[in-house]
């Protein structure tokens, strides 16, 4: 998977043509941006301890998104909330969200086999952010947070 970002969007596009689109454009008094974590911040509520938001997996081109795995994290969409995509090592795609499952997965030398991605905002009822997820080009998932 790698990174494109410009003024008004964060791209995210793996290898097999998934994009995951973010409005990155900055308007007023929201706080929002993506973060990379290693468990799914859905099991963990507020407690991010395994959320990394400086850390990039040293074999990140090489993940791919797991289109069967979407979460709408809890929030309120006056006032934000997260949404969670799964990204996996080629072949990883076992199915097993489990967060007894989840805790035995480390990071070795900066690699993953799997890791969530974690798009944020958090604003005062006014400044929202959508986004998108497209396969080949064909629109799978929206919304906005």
């Known amino acids: 998977m790698r990174i494109f970002r410009n003024k008004q969007k964060i791209n995210f596009v793996d290898t097999n043509d998934v994009l995951v689109g973010f409005d990155a454009e900055q308007l007023c008094c929201e706080s929002f941006g ?3 974590s290693m468990e799914n911040p859905q099991d963990l509520g507020r407690e991010h301890k395994y ?7 040293a074999n990140l081109e090489e993940l791919i998104f797991d289109t069967e795995f979407y979460n709408r994290g809890p929030g309120n969409p006056e ?3 997260f949404a969670t995509f ?8 076992t199915g097993d969200y489990s967060l007894k499952n989840m805790r035995r997965r480390r990071v070795y030398d900066g690699f993953v086999n799997e890791i969530f991605l ?4 958090h604003h005062n009822g006014y400044y929202s ?3 998108e997820v497209t396969v080949g ?3 799978i998932k929206n919304g906005y947070l």
């Open 34 to 36: 993506y973060f990379f």
């Open 86 to 93: 799964r990204l996996v090592a080629p072949g990883k795609l």
């Open 51 to 57: 959320c990394y938001p400086n850390f990039q997996p």
């Open 118 to 121: 974690v798009l944020f905002n």
């Open 129 to 131: 952010h959508g986004f």
């Open 137 to 139: 080009g064909r629109e």
């Open 79 to 81: 006032t934000g909330g």
